[in-house]
């Protein structure tokens, strides 16, 4: 089982500012990087995700970063709005296995 | 499009009891698992499924069953229910290994 380290475990950041959140792992061969976007009594659900031969993908206000020396990818939520308020998980993903979840970031955007 | 439907979406069960969560996918994903969320915590693979007729264990399966005898359903069974069992249970597919998992929206479990 791969480990991942996601942090902070929660994140508190006004309505506007932007929100970063961190995931870093052992494996050097991961062969794609997901996150997951979980709201209360949902399910969690397909944010974003980028590949290891690019390192930075954005769409709209979520970008996700790679930094293959240091083993980790973040997540930048820009212009954070309430609406962004919701539990946040890395999955990476090695060919021949399942995903594995961090353990998540609680995100509350404050109006 | 339902995507992936859970069954039931709340129980309660006494220790020692049986259940069967039920899942169910309309997208013809060969790709199903089971997941465990404790609160607060990240989520925990108890058993993944490649296509009909063939499961594996994931990092939790112990305390549960699995079955896949077609493409669509992917029922987890729990025996002898324990309260270390109280937890929300997610099941997903996906239409490859690694591709983007489509989430039921989970069942709650309590085991008192």
């Known amino acids: 089982q791969q480990q991942v380290k996601q942090s902070p475990q929660s994140l508190i950041v006004q309505k506007g500012g932007i929100s970063i959140i961190n995931c870093a792992y052992e494996?050097?061969?991961?062969?794609?990087f997901p996150w997951y976007q979980q709201f209360p009594g949902k399910g969690p659900a397909l944010l974003i995700a980028?590949?290891?031969?690019?390192s930075e993908k954005k769409e709209g206000r979520f970008t996700i970063s790679f930094n293959k020396s240091a083993k980790q990818f973040s997540l930048h939520i820009m212009d954070s709005q309430p609406g962004d308020s919701a539990t946040y998980f890395c999955?990476?993903?090695?060919?021949?296995?399942?995903?594995?979840f961090g353990g998540g970031t609680r995100v509350l955007v404050k109006p | 499009n339902a995507g992936v439907t859970q069954t039931p979406k709340f129980r309660i069960l006494k220790i020692g009891q049986s259940m069967t969560l039920q899942c169910t996918q309309d997208?013809?994903?060969?790709?199903m698992y089971w997941y465990r969320q404790d609160p607060g915590m990240g989520l925990k693979l108890i058993y993944y499924?490649?296509?009909?007729?063939?499961?594996d264990k994931g990092e939790v399966p112990n305390g549960y069953n699995v079955s896949r005898s077609t493409t669509e359903d992917f029922p987890l069974r729990l025996e002898l229910a324990a309260p270390s069992q109280t937890s929300v249970y997610f099941c997903?597919?996906?239409?490859?290994?690694?591709?983007?998992?489509?989430f039921g929206s989970g069942t709650r479990l309590t085991v008192v």
């Open positions: 997903a597919s996906s239409s490859r290994e690694g591709g983007g998992y489509t």
């Open positions: 499924s490649v296509g009909a007729g063939i499961t």
């Open positions: 999955a990476p993903w090695v060919a021949g296995n399942k995903l594995t």
């Open positions: 997208m013809n994903h060969n790709y």
């Open positions: 494996n050097t061969a991961f062969d794609y």
């Open positions: 980028i590949r290891p031969d690019v």
